[in-house]
């Protein structure tokens, strides 16, 4: 079992036999609330990224990668020889290196700012970087669909917000395929085919003709199904303000396929069965 964004979708509205209109384009919101909780709650290694960058000679800054929640490593490459850096407090480096316009081969860093990494010394030299870190990956809701239209009056830009005019669906457009054909991010209620969709900014018009079938999955709605399937049902009956022995019984699987991700992640994926044994558990 997996899940694509409008699978997911179906099978909540199906689990909870609710199709309303205001329920249904909260839907985003309950599936990132989800992926937010198990970003927060699991260590899986797909939180893990690896960037490479360069220093600027006589900058002390270096940018931080726009998806970016914390360090594991940072190092430079001096001579061929890579060397890590240490990540300090940002008043550290500023006692370190009270004067920025001092220059070295950098030994610590610091998060300065949410755009920042500061540098201490300055660097003296173009340095490669590399930073390895615990970053958001790409939400479920990002998934996007061709939307084939007809009879286009205008022009459509990239700019431009799509509301359908029967069904009430807005969409960003990703992309400008052809005059007919765009790339969008689905929308949590489905446009109408025969409907005819607006452009916000452009004002340019076209009736829906057809969309694609959605087929993008993220590793944890192929992966962590169950969680994904019951922590969307915990936020979606939340909104409904739902019975609570329903509650309780969505919120006991989703802890139970958190607890086997928790293993998965914890015990196993960052194990070394060489090196360290095969992980032990207590029998009961």
Known sequence: MSFTYTTLKTAVKDYIENSETTFVKHFPEYIRSTEERILKTVDLEIFRKNVTGTTTSGNQFLAVPEDYLASFSLSITNSSSKEFLLQKDVNYLQQYNPNPSTTGTPKYYALFDFENFVLAPTPDDNYSAELHYYYRPVSLTSSTTALTLSSVSGTFTTSDILTGGTSGATSDINAVNSSTQFTVIIPAIDFTVGETVT????????????????????????????????????????????EPDVMKMYNDRFLEAISRLKDYAEARENSDAYRRGLPERKRT
């Open 199 to 242: 452009g916000s900014s452009s004002s340019a018009t076209g009736v829906v003709v057809s969309t694609s079938v959605d087929t993008t999955k993220t590793w944890l709605s192929e992966n962590a199904p169950n969680a994904m399937l019951y922590g969307t049902l915990i936020e979606a009956y939340t909104f409904m303000k739902g």
